[in-house]
């Protein structure tokens, strides 16, 4: 019940984000062609889901500013015994009604009458207007048609506004439920990348890694928050690399970037380990350096700071590394003027986390600036190296290899807290953690 009243806040707060006289419209996930007359699995829209929690498609919520009143308008499918034998329980629109403490709810069938009524007197309208492009499209011709009836007195919409802007700055601070979730979703992940370094050894394949992961996500929750990277040896430097079936061989590392999501919520972890169990010499002096930087980074967060600050930390601990290790001569001054470290380290070291694994909420306010960190938010920390086979600046004894760290990090009121922290990522808790057994099936 504790969820129903935070859908009934996250509402109430967008409701007054909204200028007097608007409506907004927030559709739920449609269906996804997989081939022919099969479908992907579903998966809720993530601004639906943050404001209902409804898990069907053919839904759409409709919030209501008008007048002082403020109200909650839900639409979604009606109970069909056929339909329901085929493709599962509908909630049926009383219960929903009900359920989810909506001022109104109407069955979906026929939701583009309806909503034309309730158009009607509103000035501004609020919608996402970079998805859900087919029922933009009927949304539109609805607008036109009673933009016709010029002589009626109530206004009909004429001022458009792009929701995403609103529902993004809300979702950046996560309430306590959202953060329970992702904690139930980091407990997961622990599971699934312990399994991991202790099932992976030569003579194993990426995909029985992959797989036994995705087991041990759906085991224990939804399943994964995205495509898992399982990426043996060189795999490592393709940073989306999702092919995941290449053999495991002794004397490499591999990269394992994959978070299972609980409720919709996910967790995205980069952790990086020897296929033998133990680092060599040069996988060590490496991996010791980016994990130095993750470090570093984390130990930053706090309200106030900045994705830039923390992006700048891990590039200053990794350059002055790579200069001590010989792989870069020069001053660090020299290298951070000439972005040297791109070649090596070619992505940012954070992005938000929350419904999306790279969750939408807005990097800079509305004068540029970047946002200032706040309890309340999540964010990742992920600095790598990667080092080409065919880039003539490295030493060959580093070539081919790539390593990347990453945890989660919930910011908190004196600093922070990783979500993730449970999951081995010192040298030696790594190498116990891949001679460990791991039982799947229990
Ligand atoms: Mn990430």
Known sequence: MREQTAFRARQTKLLHMLKPGSIALIPAGSLATRSNDTEFPFRQDSQFKYLLGLEEHDALLVLSNLDGKMRTILFCQEKNALAELWSGKRIGVERAKELFNADEAYPHANWKEKLAELLVGHKSLYMDFFSHDTFFTQVKSLLYQLSLTKKRKEPSPSEFVNLAPLLGRLRLIKDSNEIEFMKRAAEITNRAHRGAMALAKAGK?????????????????GGNAYESIVAGGENALVLHYIENDCALRDGD???????????LYASDVSRTFPVSGKFSKEQRELYQLVLDAQKSCIQMVGPGKTLGEIHAEAGKVLLQG???????????????????????????TSHWLGLDVHDNGPYRDSKGEEIGLAPGMVLTVEPGLYFQLDDDTVPSKYKGIGIRIEDDILVTEKGYE???????KEIKEVEEACASEVTLFC
């Open 205 to 221: 394949n990426e995909k029985d890694i992959n797989a036994a992961m995705e087991y041990l996500f759906q085991r224990d929750g």
């Open 253 to 263: 590392l591999i990269l394992i970037d994959a978070g299972a999501q609980f409720n």
């Open 322 to 348: 790579l200069i001590e290790l010989g792989i870069l001569t020069g001053t660090l001054e020299e290298h951070q003027k000439d972005d040297s470290l791109k070649r090596y380290y070619p992505h940012g």
């Open 418 to 424: 990783n979500l993730t922290a449970a999951i081995p």
